[in-house]
């Protein structure tokens, strides 16, 4: 057994290296958990400084383990501890390394690397679904020949210590300590300065990796902007303690964690936002990659004055969808919209030896490559998860590809794709690259004991969403006692979009699980261009979640579609939904966008009118009619047609969506459109209506 004060000879000299250089590194110590706990004590004894330990339990003094990720963000310690063997959570795992002081040391605890792809890893059921489990884990092999491959401090329980190189870029032969460049970070500033007091539609776009002290720079700029009401909008209030933390100290003001308003600066969240519209002179979004870009659009239409700021690698829920799709809309529609772009890190010097390590084994900085290849020559293919890990570029382009279009991408998906069981990955290729990836969950096969219990809301066994979800609406436990494929995600790169490569690929999935499967559907968060993709492919809406998600302020919707020729379920669920969306337009949903509810409607079946209702209609529209008059009967004639409205404008859907489905108020409409006088919106109202006849006349006369 290697003599520890060797270890601890070897450490001094390390410590010393990076404090000089301004670099943190990572320290490996692997062996018997008994023999890494006592290495970890007694390294911890000797730094006596400030370390945070994350363990879930009692072997490690002084350690914890938060149920949350954010619960570790947002804080800075001198080294700090992870201790593998309370299982490898890689949300856990990077957000620690982002706490890590310059001059630090990430400690992280695991048995020998040769063992370690047998280890019962206490994590990997986190990532299994039930019913599924399996022993083996492709995570943690990758894990193991990827981490050999670095250049990191390593003390083994049966070969020693092995030295970290000295970083290329570092300049420890000088005599002088590395000054951190901030002349990025105060041009960031003054960039934010000039949008508070310079004209207005001129948003700025902030865009940083981790460490560069964008949200940093909201804070010193909030304290340059004494007399501006500022608010500071993100999806929680810890993504905005480190700007609230900076403006108290050039303020000299006192902070608490919890406080969520200081001098001029208020934190205020997406959906309150949208909700009440709080005035102010200038808007913050921080971390808005997290917030989805309809979201965003819409804060963006409702303040002429907005600072946007987002981490492009991060240890959060956020997309790279963000950067592609939201800076286009800027740049297309806000000529002088400005971008800042945060390089240099302020945290800790260039070149950080622990944030390159954990990009690497994470796959954080998996980038997507635009192709221009035609797509007469694409293919589809099943790819296995065993497959990924011995082709790490592969791997790289279906990482990249996920975070690409999906804007609640978090660092444990790299974990669910290599050790989620019961799962399917399909994709598209051009020429060797992939363009399309398709994600699939098979859920359900149940026995009837277990379904029973499902249906009446005593049991929810994970990783049967999909299934559960249509057990418990059709009272029926036959239902999760057969198979269902759920589409957990689905991707197309940017520049094959719009031409029909999604619908492909569907397909191609579709042809793969029909033998074993009874259905096939997804769940996602809802807006009218992403229902229309899959209604387009044939899938049928049968659930809206009651209540919008507070992150993304979209309501959860179910749509599936039959895999035999039996599509029983499927026409009763969807007759369901139909009967019951009627009514909660006008409770639940009545202020869904108007633009969802006409893509909903646009494809539920239809029922039969009779003529006298057609009379009826008739006359009225002769006559010098209200609203009051009209409700009624045109409430019943567009549920009998519920896709007559598609055909309209988008203003007139507005209207008759807003006053004749959702029951709003003509004086409630008047206000949300800005306009003066009753006489104004009854015109509107009534050109409207008229509109959709015309529209729809040889069903209607």
Known sequence: MPDSKLFKQHLAPLLAQLQLAKHRQLLLITGEKSWCYKESQALTNQLTTNIYILANGEQLSNSQWPEHTHQILGQEFDHVVYDGFSGIYPDKFAALSGTVRAGGLMVVLLPSLCDLTQWHDPALSKFQSHGHYQTLSYFNQRLAVLISQLDIAHFDQHTGWQSAPVAKHTAIDKPAIIELDLTEQQHCIEQIIKTANGRANRPLLISADRGRGKSAALGFAAAELTDKNIIICATQPRAVQTSFKHLASQLNLPLNKAQ???????????????DTLPKCDILFVDEAAAIPVPILLKILASYPRIVFASTIIGYEGNGRGYTLRFKRHLQQHYKNMRSVTLEQPIRFAKYDPLEQHIRTLLALDSSYQAT??????????????????????????????????????????????????????????VNEQIIGVCLVAIEGGFDAALAEQIVEKKRRPQGHLLAQTLAQISFDSSVIQQSTARIVRIAVAPEYHNQGLGQQLLSFVEQQVKATCAWIGASFGVNSPLLAFW????????????????TTAEHAALVIKPLTINSELVNRLELQFSQHFSLQLLTHFSHLEPTLVSTVMSKLPHTSLSQNDKNHLKQLLSSNYTLFDIQPLLWRIIWCYPDSLKNCSDDFQWLLIRLTLQGWSLEEAKNTLNLTGKNSINQLFKQAVNDWYKKNYFRLC
Do not use: C
Not at 260 to 274: H, M, Q, R
Not at 391 to 414: C, S
């Open 372 to 429: 221009n290849f035609a797509i007469t020559t694409v293919t589809h293919h099943k790819i296995s998860q065993q497959q990924l890990i011995d082709d790490e570029a592969q791997l790289r382009q279906v990482i990249a590809l996920l975070a690409l279009a999906h804007y609640q991408t978090t660092v444990n998906d790299l974990r669910q794709i290599l050790d989620g069981t019961k799962q399917k990955l399909f994709i598209s290729k």
């Open 260 to 274: 969520k308003k200081l001098a001029n600066l208020s934190y205020v969240a997406p959906d309150v936002l949208l």
């Open 535 to 550: 209604q387009k492919s044939l899938f049928n809406l049968v659930k809206i979640g009651y209540k919008a998600d507070k």
